[in-house]
């Protein structure tokens, strides 16, 4: 079947521009996750939604970051007044309901902020 | 807090040499372990995962890794790497009963033909 979409594959704005991502999880995930992936820095969590608890939006490094996801399915992280600090890549993953939920990744959307 | 730390960063085999790359984790809870891989221009994948049971856990492509609980570290090897395996390496814990991850910063792998 289809794995994790994002779109756009490619993003360049400029400083203080909003901007948007989106994610289509696979099908049936009751799990969906935002990270970001920056050189050297590894995978920084964001926030993850499962079913209809609340998200758990721990990771989201300032005000400037939020998130939803719509029906259960497709989310978008949204980046408000971007900085040159935001860019990197912003990876989505999804997981069914089964221990140990298992991730899996989209191709990311890499951000550049001029 | 709990963390993962990889303290290879950068690794750099030729062909048929050995591999072992380390991870470390502090949680003193019950967790599912995961090593993901990323090829160069690839999404992440699984290469294997520790759920329970056998500590030893076997992967794709010939992975293998050791959870060793009382070192707190799941190690990845590999017995004789090949030119295919150039890649970025991340372990991951997942607190059990819980969703969330806490991935290493990766180890890049540089295999040499």
């Known amino acids: 079947g289809a794995g994790v979409s994002q779109s756009p594959s490619n993003k360049v704005t400029e400083k203080g521009k909003d901007v948007e991502l989106r994610c289509d999880p696979i099908?049936?995930?009751?799990?969906l996750y935002w990270y970001r992936q920056s050189l050297g820095q590894g995978l920084e969590f964001l926030i993850y939604?499962?079913?209809?608890?609340?998200?758990?939006k721990s990771g989201l490094p300032s005000d400037r970051f939020s998130a939803e996801r719509t029906g259960g399915s497709v989310s978008t992280l949204t980046i408000q007044r971007t900085q040159q600090e935001d860019s990197a890549v912003y990876l989505c993953?999804?997981?069914?309901?089964?221990?140990?939920?298992?991730?899996?990744f989209g191709p990311g959307t890499r951000l550049t902020v001029t | 807090a709990q963390s993962v730390s990889q303290h290879n960063h950068h690794v750099i085999l030729s062909e048929a040499a050995s591999l072992e790359l380390g991870c470390n984790y502090s949680?003193?809870?019950?967790?599912?372990l995961f090593w993901y891989v990323q090829y160069p221009g690839q999404h992440l994948q699984l290469l294997l995962k520790?759920?329970?049971?056998?500590?030893l856990v076997k992967g794709i492509k010939g992975f293998e890794a050791e959870f060793i609980k009382s070192k707190f570290s799941f190690n990845l090897r590999k017995p004789s790497v090949q030119w295919s395996d150039t890649a970025e390496y991340f372990c991951?814990?997942?607190?059990?009963?819980?969703?969330?991850?806490?991935f290493g910063t990766g180890t890049r792998l540089k295999v040499l033909a």
């Open positions: 520790y759920f329970s049971g056998d500590p």
């Open positions: 099908s049936g995930h009751t799990a």
């Open positions: 993953a999804s997981s069914g309901d089964v221990p140990p939920y298992e991730q899996y």
């Open positions: 991951a814990v997942s607190p059990s009963g819980t969703y969330k991850y806490i």
């Open positions: 949680y003193g809870g019950t967790v599912n």
């Open positions: 939604f499962q079913g209809n608890s609340a998200p758990d």
